[in-house]
């Protein structure tokens, strides 16, 4: 009877030691047993523009292969293409009319940790303030034993917004109609010579140009006049004479601003003005240049060899017409030595 009750006894604590050791043990395993987490971060981009985005598994052991899809909306955003990340295997279906993905990729070696499934390449095809969904859809998540990788999802947003513009406008100047022009002192002068059409191509394809301005304050004018832009182009333009500035020439700059407020001032205008009269380019009109127009015509002095000389020397036409008659004659020296006498206005 005594050997009865001293088996039992036995029995039961060998039952009692199993139990504790279940207990522990089987609290262990579940300590340390994790999920792994399959993950696609939010994207904001541009209207038009493109982007790739990591599909992560995090927190994974032994990782053999996963099977995931992709829905999202098809109006804002098409997947243009899949490519490998850390797996070795990859095979994907892209339906962007149905606004679906599938892919499927394998590694033999079991990776751990964080582990890029794919990467997955978005271009936005929506408009400024559309969303779109990027719901993660997993039909297997296995490991290199063939078993079921325990899991939660992350799912992304896509938002499609203007980034903030911080590039100035782009800035090509085209020049002038006349890089060299006369003095004005209101007096007649022949048609043009002593006025320019300035003309520059400002683009801005983020924010647009919101104005555009020149500085004419070297030749007499606004520092900060507007130019006119010409409808349906790139092209913003403004005329200008000179009334100060004289036997100088000026880099006028160009001020270019955009919708967001960049501005971009980099880009200038070369223009020289002349005195008319002035032959000798001394900034002075005395008897000196009526002499050297008089040489010009007789040959005491060597051709000019220069259109500004023309320019500059035909200040008077016949009947004393003020537009001059295009060429250094009798006249101009006349009418210069008249002005050094104090008889006439200044050319």
């Not at 899949?82 to 009319?97: E, F």
């Not at 001032?265 to 050297?292: E, F, H, K, S």
Request: hydrophobic letters at 40%; charged letters at 15%.
């Amino acid at each position: 009877m005594r050997d009865i009750q001293k088996k039992r006894s036995v029995a039961a604590g060998i039952a009692l030691c199993m139990l504790v050791m279940l207990v522990v043990f089987g609290t262990s395993a579940t300590a340390t047993a994790k999920n792994a987490t399959v993950t696609i971060d939010d994207l904001t981009i541009a209207p038009g523009e493109n982007a790739t985005l990591p599909i992560m598994v995090s927190n994974v052991t032994d990782l053999g292969g996963c099977d995931i899809r992709i829905r999202y909306d098809a109006s804002v955003v098409h997947v243009v293409n899949i490519t490998p990340g850390d797996m070795t295997l990859l095979r994907y279906t892209i339906n962007n009319g149905t606004g679906c993905m599938h892919a499927n990729t394998i590694d033999v070696t079991g990776p751990d940790n964080d582990v890029v499934a794919a990467y997955i390449n978005l271009t936005a095809v929506g408009s400024n303030g559309d969303t779109s969904p990027l719901d993660i859809i997993v039909d297997q998540l296995v490991d290199v034993n063939y078993d079921s990788i325990n899991y939660t999802v992350t799912n992304g947003t896509l938002t499609v917004e203007k980034l903030l513009d911080m590039e100035p406008p782009m800035i090509a100047v085209t020049g002038a109609s006349r890089d060299t022009i006369l003095n004005d002192n209101d007096r007649a002068r022949s048609q043009g010579t002593n006025v320019t059409l300035i003309n520059v191509m400002v683009n801005d394809d983020d924010s647009g140009v919101s104005g555009v301005t020149i500085d004419l304050s070297p030749v007499g004018g606004s520092p900060v006049q507007l130019m006119e832009h010409v409808s349906g182009t790139d092209i913003w333009k403004v005329s200008t004479s000179a009334t100060m500035g004289v036997n100088q020439t000026h880099q006028l700059t160009i001020n270019a601003t955009d919708g967001a407020g960049n501005s971009n001032t980099t880009a200038a205008i070369t223009l020289t003005v002349l005195r008319r009269g002035d032959v000798c380019r001394d900034n002075r009109i005395d008897m000196q240049d009526a002499m050297r127009i008089s040489g010009y015509i007789t040959g005491a002095e060597p051709d000019p060899g220069s259109q500004d000389i023309l320019l500059v020397g035909d200040v008077v036409g016949t009947s004393g017409s003020p537009a001059g008659d295009g060429m250094m004659n009798l006249l101009d020296v006349l009418y210069i030595a008249r002005y050094a006498a104090g008889m006439e206005d200044a050319p």
